[in-house]
């Protein structure tokens, strides 16, 4: 069994919501992905996700509840190469600015509500949309 992968919704100010456009691998680079990774082992998802946009972003985040998949009793959502996903909310502290690392090219702070505008991956677009039409929880 593979390893779970953690994602971010990063709240920012005005209603948006970060995206993050890969860098690799080139038949993906430039589409847009919540911001994330690989669960390692002894880590919960929180921890995991907490060390991820640290190493990705350089941010220091605090990690909020899980926008569970409705469609799945585990609540995970099913993403690439077969693996699945738990995504959970979390915010960045006010003026603090995601860095640009060799995950990814660049990041946009996208209103909640045109997520979907956005060229996706195609995990994360249901992803999104769901987003699009939630209100977002408060993360402390």
């Not at 890969?22 to 995991?48: H, M, Q, S, W």
Request: aromatic share 4%.
């Amino acid at each position: 069994m593979s390893r779970l992968i953690v994602a971010a919704i990063i709240t920012g100010p005005a209603d948006t919501v970060l995206a993050s456009a890969r860098a690799y691998p080139p038949d993906l680079a430039g589409r847009y992905e919540f911001p994330g990774g690989k669960v390692e082992p002894g880590e919960d998802a929180a921890t995991a996700l907490r060390r991820e946009l640290a190493e990705e972003l350089c941010v220091c985040a605090q990690i909020g509840p899980e926008l569970a998949n409705p469609d799945r009793a585990d609540g995970l959502w099913p993403i690439l190469e077969g693996r699945d996903m738990r995504v959970l909310w979390a915010r960045i502290p006010e003026g603090a600015e995601p860095a640009v690392t060799a995950a990814h090219l660049h990041h946009v702070w996208q209103p909640r509500t045109h997520l979907a505008d956005l060229d996706w991956l195609a995990p994360d677009l249901p992803i999104a949309r769901l987003i699009a039409r939630k209100s977002p929880p408060n993360v402390p």
